[in-house]
C-alpha cells in the first residue's frame, strides 16, 4: 500500500506541475503571438515594401512561429523552476515574495556554473536571440535573395545554430547531474580525523564479531 501511495503521490506532484506549466505556457504563448500578429499587421499597413516582399504564407508564419516557441520556452522553463524551486510556487501555482538568502562565498566560476545548470533555457535564450538577429542581420546584405528568402535563410539557419548551443546545454546539464552542484566553501567534508576516527571505529566493532 505504501508503494502504491507513494506512485499515486508522485503521479498528482506531476500532474500539478504539467498544470502549472501548461497554464503558464498557454499565456505567454498567446501573448506572444498576438504582439508578433500585431507587429506584422501594422508593418503590412505601414511598409509598402514590406508587404510587397512577404508573402501571405510568411506573414502568418511570424505570429504562427513566435507563438510555438514562446509555448515550448515557458512550459520547460516552469516546469524546471516548480520542480526544482516548489518554494517559490503556491497551490495555485503563483510565484510567492522570497526574502533574500545568505551571500554565496563561491568563486564566481562556480557560481556561473552553478547558475547555468540551474537555469539552461536562460542561457539558450540569452545566446540564441542575439545569434539568431546576428544571422539574420547579415542575410539582409545579401542583394540577390527577396526579403522572404532572407528570412527563411535566417530561419533555417538560426535553428541549427540554436540546436548546437541546447546539445551543448544539455551536455553541460547531464555533466553537472552526475558530478553535482558546487557546494559552499562552509559546507565542507567531514575532517580526516572524523574520517579516521569512524573508520577505526568500525574496524573495532567489526573485531569483535570476529
Known amino acids: 500500500m505504501s508503494y502504491l501511495a507513494q506512485e499515486k503521490a508522485k503521479r498528482e506532484k506531476q500532474d500539478r506541475v504539467e498544470a502549472i506549466a501548461l497554464g503558464e505556457a498557454i499565456t505567454w504563448s ?24 512577404m508573402s501571405v504564407s510568411a506573414k502568418t508564419s511570424l505570429p504562427v512561429m513566435a507563438g510555438l516557441g514562446m509555448f515550448g520556452y515557458k512550459y520547460e522553463l516552469t516546469q524546471h523552476n516548480v520542480l526544482n524551486y516548489p518554494e517559490r510556487y503556491n497551490e495555485f501555482g ?12 563561491i568563486p564566481f566560476h562556480h557560481k556561473a556554473m552553478n547558475y547555468l545548470y540551474d537555469h539552461p533555457f536562460y542561457f539558450v535564450s540569452a545566446v540564441g536571440f542575439p545569434f539568431a538577429g546576428a544571422i539574420l542581420k547579415q542575410n539582409m546584405k545579401l542583394t540577390h535573395l527577396t526579403f522572404s528568402q532572407k528570412v527563411m535563410h535566417s530561419r533555417v539557419m538560426a535553428q541549427g545554430g540554436v540546436l548546437v548551443i541546447l546539445l551543448t546545454t544539455m551536455a553541460f546539464t547531464g555533466w553537472m ?20 576516527d569512524y573508520t577505526a571505529g568500525n574496524l573495532h566493532r567489526g573485531s569483535k564479531k570476529q
Open 30 to 53: 498567446i501573448g506572444a503571438t498576438v504582439v508578433a500578429g500585431g507587429l506584422t499587421a501594422l508593418a503590412t499597413l505601414r511598409s509598402k515594401k514590406f508587404a510587397q516582399l
Open 94 to 105: 503563483v510565484k510567492n515574495d522570497l526574502t533574500p538568502g545568505p551571500i554565496s562565498k
Open 177 to 196: 547531474d552526475k558530478r553535482g552542484r558546487f557546494p559552499e566553501p562552509d559546507a565542507a567534508e567531514p575532517s580526516t580525523e572524523e574520517v579516521v
